[in-house]
Every structure is written in C-alpha cells, then in structure tokens.
C-alpha cells in the first residue's frame, strides 16, 4: 500500500477486485500484497504468532488504557497491515455485522463508548485486588463490552488476548491463552458466549467460559522452545525465529501456489 494512500471507506481495506485485504506481502506483480486468500491468511497466521510470543515475553508497559489496546495491535499486525493499530473507518452507515451479530458502527460514536469504558476500567483499577469471584464477573463484563466496540478491521481476538492477558497477569491470575485457540477445549464455548454478550447484553456465559481459563497465582513456567540444550539456557528467541523462518518461506512460494477461481469466495465478511 503507497504510504500516501488513506483507508477512509470499507473497500479501502481489500485490494481492488477482491475480497482479499491489502497487505504488506507485495510484490512487483502484487504491489497491493498477496491476492491469494490461504496464503495470505497462513502469513498472517505464523507471523501473528511471532509476535504474540514477543508480547508474552516483554509486555508492553503502561496502563491498560486504550492507547495500550492500539499499541498490542499494532505489534501484533506490524508486518501484515500497514493501518496495524488504527480503529477502523468503516461502517459508518450503520452497525458492522457478523451474521446476525451487530458491532459498534465506526466514527465518533466508537471512538467515544471505546474510551469510556477503558475509563471505567482505570477507575476500577484494572481489577487489581479482586477476590475470584469478583474479578472473573468484572473480567467477563469489560471483555464483553469492549468486543461489541470491535476496534480494528482485523485482529480483535488477538489483540483482545494479548490485552487481557496482561491484565490478569498484573491482578494476581493466569489467563491460559492456549485454551482458547481454534481447536483448543473452550475455543467454541467462548466463542458463542461472546456473541450471547453481544446479543443479550448479559455476560454470565461469558464469565463462566473465562471461569475455565483463568488460573490464580503466578503463572506457570512454559518453555515452548523445548529444553534446554547442554552447555547454555535455550534463547528465547528460538520458536519465534522458526515461525518467522516459515513465513518468509510462505512468501517466496506465494506466486507458485494456485489462485482461485473466484478471490470473492475464498474470503471477506467482518473483522475476526
């Protein structure tokens, strides 16, 4: 994407002719990015990962306001999106809906409700002190709350992850991410009670999924890198760097993979 080009409406975020997102992976014969939907999204997906390991190892600091929110995107999707860390633009007509679940329409209106309740959080003081059964309710509430605002075009989930994360570490808990993932044991659970939250306004079920993957205490000591080889601590860089090894071997083979009949229907719809 030219640095000069602005995304001021929702067909700005997708390459022209497609329903695949503009992206960083360009080239001279893609300079919007990669037009092919799998591969852009296996790209994302080992990159992301990178990323979100450098953000379990080195939180960013400050308060969990949020700016805070914008800067875990924006690490997140540095290398993927070049408006990684934006509120999206787009819809201004009305809500943004997943099927049948509405989100916050965009423009002044997000702005606004996103920062509110990241003040009511501050006052709470980001549900530092809480007993269990009072911070597993509160989590549950804010959590809800903040995912019908749904910032960003893209990454909400994991940017949701990686904020929330930090919060329950900072208040005494461990959020265990690894639950959650596609194909993890709560992963369908959770995703049905975020959209309950969003259709009911009620986020018991909410709560009670996230009652599941939050552990108290100090969290656990993981190693994802494997042990520790003779002679010298593992370096913690080391599944990070594999991951990035792999992406850059997905965009080299970009152009050698098959392209779709149809980009339309390998991709599209509202923000994840």
């Known amino acids: ?21 503009r992206n ?16 852009l999204e296996q790209l ?7 990323r979100l390991i450098e953000l379990r190892d080195n939180p960013i600091p400050g308060p969990l306001n949020y700016d805070h929110m914008k800067a875990i995107h924006r690490h997140i999707f540095q290398d993927v999106y ?10 201004t007509d009305g809500p ?36 269990r059964e009072q911070f597993i309710p509160e989590l549950g509430e804010i959590w809800g709350e903040l995912n019908v605002v749904h910032s960003f075009r893209e990454g909400n989930t994991r940017s949701q ?43 018991d079920r909410l709560a009670a999924v996230l009652n599941k993957g939050v552990t108290g205490g100090e969290p656990p000591k993981r190693t994802l890198e494997g042990p520790t080889p003779p002679g010298g601590d593992a370096p913690r860089t080391t599944l990070r760097d594999q991951i990035k090894g792999l992406a850059g071997t997905l965009q080299a083979q970009h152009d050698d993979l098959p392209r779709p009949a149809d980009l339309n229907q390998r991709r599209g719809g509202p923000a994840r």
């Open 24 to 39: 960083k992976f360009t080239s001279p014969t893609q300079p919007y990015g990669i037009t092919d939907a799998l591969t």
């Open 96 to 131: 943004m809906y997943k099927g049948p679940h509405a989100y916050f329409p965009a423009g002044p209106g997000l702005t606004a409700r996103a920062e509110e309740l990241y003040a009511q959080l501050a006052e709470k003081n980001e549900l530092r002190g809480l007993p």
């Open 44 to 50: 994302e997906h080992v990159t992301t990962a990178a």
């Open 161 to 203: 992850f990686g904020f929330f994360g930090q919060l329950t570490e900072q208040a005494g808990y461990t959020l265990r991410a690894e639950l959650f993932k596609v194909g993890g044991p709560l992963r369908d659970e959770f995703v049905e009670a975020r959209f309950h939250c969003q259709d009911t306004g009620r986020s």
């Open 82 to 91: 070049e408006w990684a860390g934006q509120e999206r633009v787009a819809p």
């Open 1 to 21: 994407m030219s640095p000069d080009f602005t995304i001021r409406a929702w067909d700005d975020y997708f390459i022209p002719g497609t329903n695949v997102l």
